[in-house]
């Protein structure tokens, strides 16, 4: 947590950079939200961002393995054809440096860097009644002055580290996924660690096992995890793609999650076996979220249809790995329910576990007590490594948020204001905070949504507002309490009638101890959501209120 700094109130106004909006974040939101107001708008924009570089999650996360699980031409901006046009992707499913490779075009094309100062952070940010201004302070001793206050910093972006005894005395190497070294790690001849098995791990176990003289994983909750079926891209489906990219995009506008998936049936339930059988191989087949979004309607709602698409998986599980232990051991057990938390995908991920110098540990049934200077102590051994690294997960939604000191009305806190929880409406503003606005937030369709085009969409609805608020001569705006508080239980209504808030999971907190447990994303699907945001536009911004 950043220290507190003193009161914004002590600079006087001729020392601070005066500008319309403040963007904190410089990947995927805060690039086109950068992009739309300085050169749509023509607004004062500063952009504030922690690393060296563009990227956001993409410049931080570039462990081996890091790669997006939508396809890559699904998995980008939309706003711009020629860019689409420009652009090509590698592989269905680019990786890491292609996908920050690509971010660095966009900000070169657009030419977004004069606007942002990097290596950078955001310590306070507070809003000043009567003036309707934002008094923002940062770490390289600046402070700024702004109508609009936009921190783009990320829904998974505040990785997290569990705390556990004695970590600080480990002499090895030590890393954490979401925090990795930008210069690569070398594996070779050492014994490596891994502590998690969610969706990063999978993509970074089978290349570390690969590398590594020894791999041991400890594992908690075995993952559901499906194959990618990755392949390269080559310039005939480039070609194809563009010439298609109006349709593509159309489809994925016009789909739940933002990306389509048009052989997705009604219910498992209402199958026989063999037809399930059938479908859900070929869904495995296909590969990505196929299975988990594209194959029955009804297996995230319905536990008996859950559990016919959770017992194809354990199979598939069993066939690969040839240990029949090893396999118990990697098959999630009846509570945990397929999909309920977002399906990781992967590529050799249960193969690796047929390697020898890979061991697994069930460190649910043996669990973690210290870890030593030389490695970690569960209840029943002790395990020594060179390497240990932290795949551990993020303070979604909240956690990025949180590191800032952010203050609305009557110096009222973000952190204490949302300490039962998010308070927003449509996850794009919360009440008490004017003139801040969040993009892909809690309580918005957020993560389970296409991110690109989720990140679109917000960032084109905030413009529009702002625009709206210039134009009409509108000094602030914030949610209406009451509007608030309908929202929040919507989207807990429409959430309940899935099995999602039933998985323990960052989707609701429960991976980060002492996080008030509620679940974070609006789960009516894009298109209806979209058609909400816009209706409160077009009719005044209803539900907001505007001074
Ligand atoms: P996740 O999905 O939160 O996974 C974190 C993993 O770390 C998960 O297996 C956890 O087990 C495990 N974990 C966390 N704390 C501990 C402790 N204290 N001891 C043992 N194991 C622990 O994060 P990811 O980064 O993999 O994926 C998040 C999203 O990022 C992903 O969906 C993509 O959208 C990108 P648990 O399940 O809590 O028992």
């Given at each position: 947590?950043?220290?507190?700094?003193?009161?914004?109130?002590?600079?006087?106004?001729?020392?601070?950079?005066?500008?319309?909006?403040?963007?904190?974040?410089?990947?995927?939101?805060?690039?086109?939200?950068?992009?739309?107001?300085?050169?749509?708008?023509?607004?004062?924009?500063?952009?504030?961002?922690?690393?060296?570089?563009?990227?956001?999650?993409?410049?931080?996360?570039?462990?081996?393995?890091?790669?997006?699980?939508?396809?890559?031409?699904?998995?980008?901006?939309?706003?711009?054809?020629?860019?689409?046009?420009?652009?090509?992707?590698?592989?269905?499913?680019?990786?890491?440096?292609?996908?920050?490779?690509?971010?660095?075009?966009v900000?070169?094309k657009?030419?977004?860097?004069k606007?942002?100062?990097?290596?950078?952070?955001?310590?306070?940010?507070?809003?000043?009644e009567?003036?309707?201004?934002?008094?923002?302070?940062?770490?390289?001793?600046?402070?700024?002055?702004?109508?609009?206050?936009?921190?783009?910093?990320?829904?998974?972006?505040?990785?997290?580290?569990?705390?556990?005894?004695?970590?600080?005395?480990?002499?090895?190497?030590?890393?954490?996924?979401g925090?990795?070294?930008?210069?690569g790690v070398?594996?070779?001849?050492?014994?490596?660690?891994?502590?998690?098995?969610?969706?990063?791990?999978?993509?970074?176990?089978?290349l570390?096992?690969?590398?590594?003289?020894?791999?041991?994983?400890f594992?908690?909750?075995?993952?559901?995890?499906?194959?990618?079926?990755?392949?390269?891209?080559?310039?005939?489906?480039?070609?194809?793609?563009?010439?298609?990219?109006?349709a593509?995009?159309?489809?994925?506008?016009?789909?739940?999650?933002?990306?389509?998936f048009?052989?997705?049936?009604?219910?498992?339930?209402?199958?026989?076996?063999?037809?399930?059988?059938?479908?859900?191989?070929?869904?495995?087949?296909?590969?990505?979220?196929?299975?988990?979004?594209?194959?029955?309607?009804?297996?995230?709602?319905?536990?008996?249809?859950?559990?016919?698409?959770?017992?194809?998986?354990?199979?598939?599980?069993?066939?690969?790995?040839?240990d029949p232990?090893?396999?118990?051991?990697?098959?999630?057990?009846?509570?945990?329910?397929?999909?309920?938390?977002?399906?990781?995908?992967?590529?050799?991920?249960?193969?690796?576990?047929?390697?020898?110098?890979?061991?697994?540990?069930?460190?649910?049934?043996?669990?973690?007590?210290?870890?030593?200077?030389?490695?970690?102590?569960t209840?029943?051994?002790?395990?020594?490594?060179?390497?240990?690294?932290?795949?551990?997960?993020?303070?979604?939604?909240?956690?990025?948020?949180?590191?800032?000191?952010?203050?609305g009305?009557?110096g009222?806190?973000?952190?204490?204001?949302?300490?039962a929880?998010?308070?927003?409406?449509?996850?794009?503003?919360?009440?008490?905070?004017?003139?801040?606005?969040?993009?892909?937030?809690?309580?918005?369709?957020s993560?389970?949504?296409?991110?690109?085009?989720?990140?679109e969409?917000?960032?084109?609805?905030?413009?529009?507002?702002?625009?709206?608020?210039?134009?009409?001569?509108?000094g602030s705006?914030?949610?209406?309490?009451?509007k608030?508080?309908?929202?929040?239980?919507?989207?807990?209504?429409?959430?309940?009638?899935?099995?999602?808030?039933?998985?323990?999971?960052?989707?609701?907190?429960?991976?980060?101890?002492?996080?008030?447990?509620?679940?974070?994303?609006?789960?009516?699907?894009?298109?209806?959501?979209?058609?909400?945001?816009?209706?409160?536009?077009?009719?005044?911004?209803?539900?907001?209120?505007?001074?």
């Amino acid at each position: 947590m950043t220290e507190h700094p003193e009161n914004t109130e002590n600079a006087s106004s001729e020392s601070r950079i005066n500008v319309d909006a403040l963007v904190v974040g410089a990947g995927f939101s805060g690039l086109y939200m950068l992009h739309l107001l300085r050169d749509r708008l023509n607004l004062k924009v500063g952009l504030i961002e922690a690393a060296p570089s563009v990227g956001g999650t993409w410049y931080w996360n570039c462990y081996p393995g890091a790669r997006c699980d939508i396809p890559s031409y699904h998995y980008s901006y939309s706003f711009s054809e020629e860019l689409q046009q420009e652009w090509s992707w590698s592989e269905k499913y680019a990786a890491q440096p292609e996908i920050l490779e690509y971010l660095n075009y966009v900000a070169k094309k657009f030419d977004l860097a004069k606007n942002i100062t990097f290596n950078c952070r955001v310590l306070s940010a507070h809003f000043i009644e009567g003036p309707n201004r934002w008094h923002i302070k940062t770490d390289d001793g600046k402070q700024y002055e702004a109508k609009y206050f936009i921190p783009a910093v990320g829904t998974l972006s505040d990785a997290n580290v569990p705390e556990i005894p004695g970590q600080q005395a480990f002499e090895g190497e030590c890393y954490v996924t979401g925090r990795w070294p930008q210069e690569g790690v070398n594996f070779t001849n050492k014994r490596v660690a891994v502590i998690g098995t969610g969706a990063t791990a999978v993509q970074v176990i089978p290349l570390i096992a690969k590398e590594a003289d020894h791999l041991t994983v400890f594992q908690r909750t075995p993952a559901w995890a499906a194959p990618l079926q990755n392949k390269p891209l080559t310039e005939k489906d480039n070609e194809e793609i563009k010439e298609n990219y109006s349709a593509l995009r159309n489809q994925a506008w016009n789909s739940f999650g933002g990306v389509p998936f048009p052989n997705a049936r009604a219910s498992a339930l209402a199958e026989s076996q063999a037809q399930r059988a059938e479908h859900y191989e070929s869904c495995w087949q296909e590969g990505g979220f196929s299975l988990w979004l594209g194959s029955y309607q009804d297996i995230l709602f319905d536990e008996k249809a859950n559990e016919t698409a959770a017992e194809f998986v354990r199979a598939k599980i069993r066939e690969r790995v040839e240990d029949p232990s090893i396999a118990e051991k990697l098959c999630p057990p009846e509570d945990v329910y397929y999909g309920a938390k977002r399906q990781p995908c992967e590529t050799g991920y249960y193969e690796a576990f047929n390697r020898s110098n890979v061991t697994l540990v069930d460190v649910k049934q043996t669990p973690i007590q210290e870890i030593t200077p030389t490695g970690l102590r569960t209840t029943r051994e002790t395990y020594n490594f060179d390497v240990l690294i932290y795949a551990t997960g993020f303070d979604a939604f909240t956690g990025a948020l949180f590191r800032m000191d952010i203050r609305g009305r009557d110096g009222q806190r973000l952190k204490d204001q949302w300490a039962a929880g998010p308070r927003t409406l449509y996850g794009l503003a919360t009440h008490g905070f004017p003139n801040m606005f969040t993009i892909t937030g809690p309580q918005s369709p957020s993560v389970l949504f296409n991110m690109p085009l989720g990140i679109e969409m917000h960032c084109d609805w905030i413009a529009d507002c702002i625009d709206y608020m210039e134009k009409n001569d509108v000094g602030s705006i914030e949610p209406d309490k009451a509007k608030e508080d309908e929202w929040i239980a919507h989207v807990k209504e429409v959430a309940d009638t899935t099995l999602l808030p039933k998985a323990s999971s960052w989707y609701s907190g429960a991976n980060i101890p002492g996080k008030p447990q509620i679940f974070m994303v609006y789960l009516g699907g894009g298109p209806r959501y979209q058609e909400i945001i816009e209706n409160s536009a077009r009719n005044g911004y209803k539900g907001f209120l505007l001074e």
